[in-house]
């Protein structure tokens, strides 16, 4: 049970690792495209990156662990890789929502929702490697 906690938590970090990166891709683009202000760029990508990386724990908290120890290393070695990817997928907005949820004292209004689809699209990000990074550690205990 430790081991699979365990596993989950250093998915978190590579998902969130995957999300830095993409941020910092995004912000040598954009200074490519500036024709400078890489710093600056890079300073307001970590504004984004860090916030969204503090609500990814706490969705972890909530949803990542409770998905973790409830796939069994059997299950994720009898299940293709697109299933496992898709489940993965499913985790990020389920987490997400549980956040607006939390931050909203269970009532979701509208407002809540308008203007976060650059959230959700991190959320899937971050969860799917997350996921798979997890499944990818427990397979390869279980062989």
């Given at each position: 049970m430790r081991?699979?906690?365990?596993?989950?938590?250093?998915?978190?970090?590579?998902?969130?690792?995957a999300f830095?990166?993409?941020?910092?891709?995004?912000?040598?683009?954009?200074?490519?495209?500036?024709?400078?202000?890489?710093?600056?760029?890079c300073l307001?990508?970590?504004?984004?990156?860090?916030?969204?990386?503090?609500?990814?724990?706490?969705?972890?908290?909530?949803v990542?662990?409770?998905?973790?120890?409830?796939?069994?290393?059997?299950?994720?070695?009898?299940?293709?890789?697109?299933?496992?990817?898709?489940?993965g997928?499913?985790?990020?907005?389920?987490?997400?929502?549980?956040?607006?949820?939390?931050?909203?004292?269970g009532?979701?209004?509208?407002?809540?929702?308008?203007?976060?689809g650059?959230?959700?699209?991190?959320?899937?990000?971050?969860?799917?490697?997350?996921?798979?990074v997890h499944?990818?550690?427990?397979?390869?205990?279980?062989?």
């Amino acid at each position: 049970m430790r081991f699979r906690i365990i596993c989950s938590f250093f998915g978190l970090l590579a998902g969130d690792g995957a999300f830095l990166v993409l941020a910092l891709l995004n912000a040598l683009r954009t200074s490519l495209l500036l024709q400078g202000q890489l710093k600056a760029q890079c300073l307001i990508a970590l504004g984004f990156v860090i916030p969204i990386a503090i609500a990814s724990v706490i969705g972890w908290l909530a949803v990542g662990v409770p998905a973790a120890l409830m796939v069994s290393s059997k299950r994720i070695l009898q299940s293709p890789l697109w299933l496992l990817l898709l489940f993965g997928a499913l985790l990020g907005p389920i987490a997400l929502f549980v956040i607006f949820l939390l931050l909203n004292r269970g009532m979701p209004e509208s407002e809540t929702f308008t203007h976060t689809g650059f959230i959700w699209i991190c959320a899937i990000l971050i969860s799917t490697v997350a996921f798979a990074v997890h499944c990818a550690l427990v397979g390869r205990r279980a062989r």
